[in-house]
C-alpha cells in the first residue's frame, strides 16, 4: 500500500519533508527505552528498519510533560544513537520513500 501526502515540520514552522511528490513505501512506529551509555555519553540502538531512503521522526512519549526533555538523537543506516537519554522511552517513526 503506498502513502501519499506526508508532511513533517519542525519547531519553526518550517516543512522538513514533503512527499507530495514521492511515494512512501512504509511507515514503521516503535516505542523503544534507551539503553545505557556505551561510549562518549551516547546509546546506540540497532534498527535494521532505518535505511538509506529513511525519515526518522523521534518524539516523547507524553509530550505535555513540561519535566521532560528530548536528548539529542542521530540516525543513520540501520542505527539510532542517543547522547545523554539512558532509561528514557522514546517513539520513534520510520518514514521509508522511494
Known sequence: ???YG??????AG???LETSTMTI???VTRQIT???ITSNFTSFINMPEITAQSFVCV??????DENSILPAV???TGQLRVRRGPGMVLNVFILTYQ
Not at 518524539?59 to 505535555?64: D, E, K, Q
Open 34 to 36: 534507551v539503553p545505557p
Open 1 to 3: 500500500m503506498d502513502y
Open 25 to 27: 513505501r512504509s511507515i
Open 59 to 64: 518524539t516523547l512519549p507524553n509530550p505535555t
Open 6 to 11: 506526508a508532511r513533517t515540520k519542525d519547531a
Open 14 to 16: 518550517r516543512v522538513t
Open 74 to 76: 542521530f540516525w543513520s
